[in-house]
């Protein structure tokens, strides 16, 4: 089956400590993002990357580090210099190039910085 | 500038009609929208393009006002598979960025 899988599912750490979030996908995308997601909140782009390589800050990327070294992979990490890192935490995917794509949203990954 | 979303929460009783509306301040190339029940991912419905073409669900209608940079969603006969909270994102530049709204939740009752 084609899809998104982010992992773990919940992730606890402590003040202070970088954490890194996975996020694969199968569906030969070229384009990946990360969002966060308050409660009761919309989604925030923190990064997003086009093609390999090759990535670009969003409207909250302070905090916050990327790399796509793979089409398929686009890992995010949340270091120690994010105020404010407890959230929720969702990977897409889409299509790239001029035109309109759907997103296709992994499950997601709830942070809890205590 | 995320565009506005409202209202920002509405309750139906199952088979009622309901209107969701996108504002942006900026011009829109086009407008996503996508449903998210609690705590799982969003799932996309459908994008409107400038010029009027549609693509997504066939059971979903929506408009696009490019003069008015706003955008409806329109969900008739509500089911209580409905609920859940109903995001737009609008695109205005090149690329496939989204900015999202603040989000709708709909809750649907039998």
């Known amino acids: 089956d084609g899809g998104i899988t982010q992992s773990p599912k919940y992730l606890f750490r402590k003040e202070g400590q970088n954490v890194t979030l996975s996020c694969e996908q199968n569906l030969n995308h070229d384009a990946m993002y990360w969002y966060r997601q308050d409660p009761g909140q919309g989604l925030r782009l923190i990064y997003y990357?086009?093609?390999?390589?090759?990535?670009q800050k969003g409207d909250i990327a302070e905090g916050y580090s990327v790399s796509r070294e793979k089409k398929e992979s686009f890992p995010l990490t949340v270091t120690s210099a994010q105020k404010n890192p407890t959230a929720f935490y969702l990977c897409?995917?889409?299509?790239?190039?001029?035109?309109?794509?759907?997103?296709?949203f992994g499950p997601g990954t709830r942070l809890t910085v205590t | 500038q995320q565009p506005v979303q409202s209202p920002q929460a509405v309750i139906l009783r199952e088979g009622e009609d309901a209107v969701i509306n996108c504002s942006s301040s900026?011009?829109?190339?086009?407008v996503h929208w996508y449903r998210q029940k609690h705590g799982e991912a969003p799932v996309f419905l459908m994008i409107l393009l400038k010029g009027g073409e549609q693509k997504g669900h066939e059971k979903i209608s929506a408009s696009f006002n490019e003069k008015k940079q706003q955008s409806s969603l329109y969900l008739t006969a509500s089911q209580l598979s409905y609920s859940g909270t109903y995001f737009c994102g609008s695109r205005t530049g090149a690329g496939n960025m989204l900015t999202f709204g603040g989000g709708t939740r709909l809750m649907v009752k039998p």
């Open positions: 990357s086009q093609i390999v390589n090759d990535f």
């Open positions: 900026k011009a829109l190339y086009s």
């Open positions: 897409a995917s889409s299509n790239a190039g001029t035109g309109d794509y759907e997103q296709y």
